[in-house]
C-alpha cells in the first residue's frame, strides 16, 4: 500500500490534536505501527532530525526531543510573561485576578502544564487556581453587557447596521465610538439582514476536454469514472479549499486536497492521492467542470502522465456533475455550517476526520443499498477494495 506524503500529513495532524490513536487507525485504514511510525518521524523531522532505523540512534534523538520539548516549555513561560508585564497596564502580580490562565497558558504554540509555569515564575499553584475563581475583569463584563445590549437593538431592528446600533445605544446613554461597536457587532455575529454582495461570476474558459460523460453518472465497476469539484469556505483565519476526487461506483471520496489557496496544485494533488490509493489504475474517465484550476497544464499533464482521460462538462449545467455536487452539500450541512471555524488548521482535521471516519465507513447510502462506501466496495469487488 502506498500513501502519499499529504496522507501521511493528515493522519499525523489527527493524532496531534488530541485524537487517540486507536482511532485515527480505524478512520483512516492503516496499520497502528504505520501511524506509530509516521508520528514518530513527523517529530523528529520537526526538530530537523533524519528519521533513522538504528534503535541508539533513536533512542539518543528520543532523549533529545524531550530536553527540547523542556526548553521549549521554559521559554514559552518567560516569553509571555514579558509580554504581559510589557504592557502599559501592570499590575502587581498579586493583582492578576482571572488573568493566569488568558495571559500565561492559552494560545501559546507550546503547551504548558500548570506546576511548570508556575515554578519557573515563582509563585504556587494554589495561588494559581485561587485566582481561577475570581470574576473576570471589569472591561470583559462591560462588553459582555454592551454585546447583550445589542443583541436587543438588533432584534428591535434587523435591518440596521453598525452606524444604526451605535446611535441606537448612544441614545440610551452608553458612550462609545461607531469603531467599537463594529468590533463588538463582528465579534458577536451581528450583522445587518440587508446584505447586498457582488457578483462573482466569471466567464468560463473553453473547455480542454469532450464531455465523456453526457450525465450518465454510473459506472459497472470501481475505476471506471472519477468525478470531481473544489469547494471553499471562510474562517477567521482565512479561506479553506479542499478539491475531492469521487469513484462513481461506490460514492467514495479516493482521493483529496486542503489548501488555503485554490491553485492548480491542491487539483493536481488530490488526482496524485486519487492515483497512489486506488493502484495507479489507467483510462480511468475524470470528470469536471471548467474551473481554471482542472484546465491548467499542471492538471493536463498529470493526467496525461498517469494515462487518465479527461472530461469536462457544459458552462451553467449543476447536473452534468450533480453527483459531485451532493457530496459537498453534505459536507456543508455536517462540517462546515455546524459551527464558526477559528483557524485553517482546525477545519481541515474536521474535513478529514467527517470523510474518513464517517462518510466513508457510517453512512450509508440508499443507492448502494444502505451500505457504506467502504462495505459496498468490499462486497462487489473485494480485490478492488484491499488495494485501495
Not at 93 to 109: I, M, N, T, V
Amino acid at each position: 500500500m502506498t500513501y502519499t506524503e499529504e496522507f501521511k500529513r493528515e493522519a499525523v495532524a489527527l493524532v496531534a490534536s488530541g485524537i487517540p490513536q486507536k482511532q485515527v487507525v480505524k478512520d483512516l485504514g492503516v496499520a497502528k505501527t504505520t501511524l506509530q511510525a509516521w508520528v514518530r518521524d513527523a517529530r523528529f523531522q520537526s526538530h530537523g532530525m533524519t528519521p533513522t532505523t538504528d534503535p541508539e540512534a533513536r533512542k539518543d534523538m528520543s532523549q533529545a526531543l524531550r530536553r527540547i520539548r523542556e526548553l521549549e516549555m521554559e521559554n514559552e513561560v518567560l516569553r509571555r510573561a514579558a509580554a504581559y508585564l510589557s504592557q502599559a497596564h501592570i499590575t502587581p502580580p498579586q493583582d492578576l485576578s482571572g488573568r493566569p490562565r488568558r495571559w500565561l497558558l492559552s494560545g501559546a504554540p507550546v503547551r504548558v502544564p500548570v506546576a511548570v509555569a508556575c515554578r519557573i515564575l515563582g509563585f504556587s499553584t494554589q495561588g494559581y487556581y485561587k485566582w481561577l475563581k475570581q470574576p473576570v475583569s471589569a472591561r470583559e463584563a462591560e462588553e459582555q453587557e454592551l454585546i447583550s445590549v445589542l443583541h436587543q437593538l438588533h432584534g428591535d431592528d434587523p435591518e440596521g447596521g453598525y452606524r444604526v446600533l451605535a446611535d441606537d445605544i448612544t441614545e440610551l446613554g452608553y458612550t462609545l465610538s461607531e469603531r467599537r461597536v463594529w468590533r463588538l457587532c463582528r465579534v458577536a455575529g451581528i450583522q445587518s439582514t440587508i446584505v447586498k454582495r457582488k457578483s462573482r461570476y466569471k466567464k468560463a474558459g473553453a473547455p480542454v476536454h469532450d464531455d465523456l460523460v453526457n450525465r450518465q453518472l454510473s459506472a459497472d465497476g470501481p475505476n471506471e469514472l472519477w468525478l470531481t469539484d473544489l469547494a471553499e469556505h471562510r474562517t477567521r483565519e482565512g479561506k479553506v479549499y479542499l478539491c475531492a476526487i469521487k469513484d462513481v461506483f461506490s460514492n467514495r471520496i479516493v482521493g483529496y486536497s486542503i489548501d488555503s489557496r485554490m491553485k492548480a496544485r491542491i487539483a493536481v494533488n488530490a488526482l496524485e492521492m486519487a492515483v497512489a490509493h486506488r493502484g495507479r489504475p489507467t483510462g480511468v474517465i475524470v470528470h469536471s467542470d471548467r474551473g481554471s484550476q482542472f484546465r491548467s497544464r499542471r492538471f493536463l499533464k498529470a493526467l496525461k502522465r498517469h494515462g487518465l482521460r479527461g472530461s469536462m462538462g457544459r458552462v451553467g449545467a449543476c447536473g452534468d456533475n450533480a453527483a459531485m455536487e451532493s457530496f459537498f452539500a453534505l459536507l456543508q450541512k455536517n462540517v462546515l455550517d455546524r459551527q464558526p471555524w477559528t483557524t485553517r488548521h482546525e477545519l481541515r482535521l474536521e474535513i478529514v476526520s467527517w470523510i474518513e471516519g464517517k462518510y466513508h465507513r457510517k453512512r450509508r447510502q440508499r443507492r448502494l443499498g444502505k451500505l457504506t462506501p467502504i462495505e459496498y466496495e468490499l462486497i462487489y469487488n473485494p480485490a478492488a477494495t484491499l488495494a485501495a
